[in-house]
């Protein structure tokens, strides 16, 4: 996983010669409904965000979506709430887990009618693990300016990631368990986007997961299933010097 953003973004570039330098990219900021931690039953609300890069001329390099097919690039992030015993009492004996952040980077690349990605993060807060994200998408437009994807996802972590979040020491209260790294968790997403003008777009996600392999095997979980809600509101800029 280490390796793939860079291969992929070796692939995607080319030489720039004497061009002018730009930067086309987009941001989006909103609110995510999710269960509490991952494995539990409970749901609650929190932060999301999105980030792209659809041209990059400069330092050597000529990204250039256009049209907004062919290869794109962008940042990749994660926010997990803080778990701890005082708020879920069955993982007494469980090291309490602050808030993490997770930040990577994407690589994706754009037909007229799909789109496939792969993302990889590295925990800064709450863990120091790698996580990384495969999907695909069948994309519809399915009004001006309205575009509508469905596809499935899937998830790795290493052993630190899942020894954080799905590890069970000998004397806690749920019975000890040393999960191993590989895919943890796979489902389906749904999104809705919505672009008004050349600056402002929200977009709407739905999506089912399930745990699986270590993670869904470990006495933490108490639903392998869960649903997301999300919506976004994404600003759009384009600078050239």
Request: aromatic fraction near 10%; glycine fraction near 14%.
């Amino acid at each position: 996983m280490r390796l793939l953003l860079p291969a992929l973004i070796l692939c995607a570039a080319s030489p720039v010669y004497a061009q002018d330098r730009a930067l086309a990219f987009e941001l989006g900021l909103g609110v995510r409904g999710g269960v509490v931690y991952e494995g539990a039953d409970s749901y609650e609300a929190g932060p999301t965000g999105t980030g792209s890069v659809n041209t990059f001329r400069m330092l050597g390099l000529n990204i250039e979506r256009g049209d907004g097919l062919g290869f794109g690039f962008g940042p990749s992030f994660r926010y997990l709430a803080a778990r701890t015993a005082d708020d879920h009492p069955r993982l007494t004996g469980i090291e309490d887990v602050d808030s993490a952040l997770e930040i990577g980077g994407r690589i994706s690349y754009r037909w007229e009618n799909a789109e496939v990605w792969g993302a990889v993060r590295k925990g800064v807060t709450g863990h120091e693990g790698i996580v990384g994200d495969l999907g695909s998408d069948v994309i519809w437009e399915v009004a001006r300016d309205t575009e509508l994807r469905v596809g499935p996802r899937m998830t790795f972590a290493n052993e630190e990631y899942m020894t954080t979040y799905f590890g069970v020491p000998a004397g806690a209260s749920l019975a000890a368990y040393s999960p191993g790294g590989g895919l943890y968790k796979s489902g389906i997403e749904m999104t809705i986007r919505h672009d008004y003008n050349d600056v402002w777009a929200v977009e709407g996600a739905l999506g089912w997961t399930r745990l699986v392999g270590d993670a869904g095997d470990s006495p933490v979980v108490e639903n392998r299933d869960s649903g997301t809600i999300s919506l976004m509101v994404i600003r759009k800029f384009d600078w050239s010097w």
